[in-house]
T-cell receptor, first 109, second 114 residues
Framework: QKEVEQNSGPLSVPEGAIASLNCTYS??????FFWYRQYSGKSPELIMF????GDKEDGRFTAQLNKASQYVSLLIRDSQPSDSATYLC?????????FGQGTTLQVKP | DVKVTQSSRYLVKRTGEKVFLECVQD?????MFWYRQDPGLGLRLIYF???????EKGDIPEGYSVSREKKERFSLILESASTNQTSMYLC?????????????FGQGTRLTVV
């Protein structure tokens, strides 16, 4: 079992819709969780991090963490074509930072 | 402005060569990481370091070694390059800490082994 798993997609949503991206992790000792966005040909950039159970909102983005289910999600409200990118889930455990394979999001005008 | 700088953007090397990829950060971060990124596989951790001269293996360390002689510099070494090491290599750094300690990435080095 991979340490961090994501559906590779592509996930296609119409402009203005909510995009829902999911991630599961295998190590219950994992302490903090990150969502990065990567545009084609560019390096990953942090969108949000979360380390407590529940929801964390930042503008159009909401991260959700459920440690009992070992599940992290990212919701993007009012999706825009500029949100089209690969979204990488990352999990930190005692310094080590492990990424999932990424989900490609396509927002269609 | 935070900065992680990788020494080369593109690199072409021959099979069997010893290859050095350099990464420098100016943020006084304790943690530094080397990943490779291949289509459909995401970022895979090769090695990371949490202090000078300290290193830990990641998920795919075979065929690689690292060196961290100074806090700001983390080098990835391909002892004898092979064609299956053709990939995008990304360096990252982050502060020490278990909370929301963001990792910052360099621009990447696209290595082709011929």
């Amino acid at each position: 079992q991979k340490e961090v798993e994501q559906n590779s997609g592509p996930l296609s949503v119409p402009e203005g819709a909510i995009a829902s991206l999911n991630c599961t992790y295998s190590d219950r000792g994992s302490q903090s969780f990150f969502w990065y966005r990567q545009y084609s040909g560019k390096s990953p950039e942090l969108i949000m991090f979360i380390y407590s159970n529940g929801d964390k909102e930042d503008g159009r983005f909401t991260a959700q963490l459920n440690k009992a289910s070992q599940y992290v999600s990212l919701l993007i409200r009012d999706s825009q074509p500029s949100d089209s990118a690969t979204y990488l889930c990352a999990v930190r455990n005692t310094g080590k930072l492990i990424f999932g394979q990424g989900t490609t999001l396509q927002v269609k005008p | 402005d935070v900065k992680v700088t990788q020494s080369s953007r593109y690199l072409v090397k021959r099979t069997g060569e010893k290859v050095f990829l350099e990464c420098v950060q100016d943020m006084d971060h304790e943690n530094m990481f080397w990943y490779r990124q291949d289509p459909g596989l995401g970022l895979r951790l090769i090695y990371f370091s949490y202090d000078v001269k300290m290193k830990e293996k990641g998920d795919i360390p075979e065929g690689y070694s690292v060196s961290r002689e100074k806090k700001e510099r983390f080098s990835l070494i391909l002892e004898s390059a092979s064609t299956n090491q053709t990939s995008m290599y990304l360096c990252a750094s982050s502060p020490l800490g278990q909370g929301g300690t963001e990792a910052f990435f360099g621009q990447g080095t696209r290595l082709t082994v011929v």
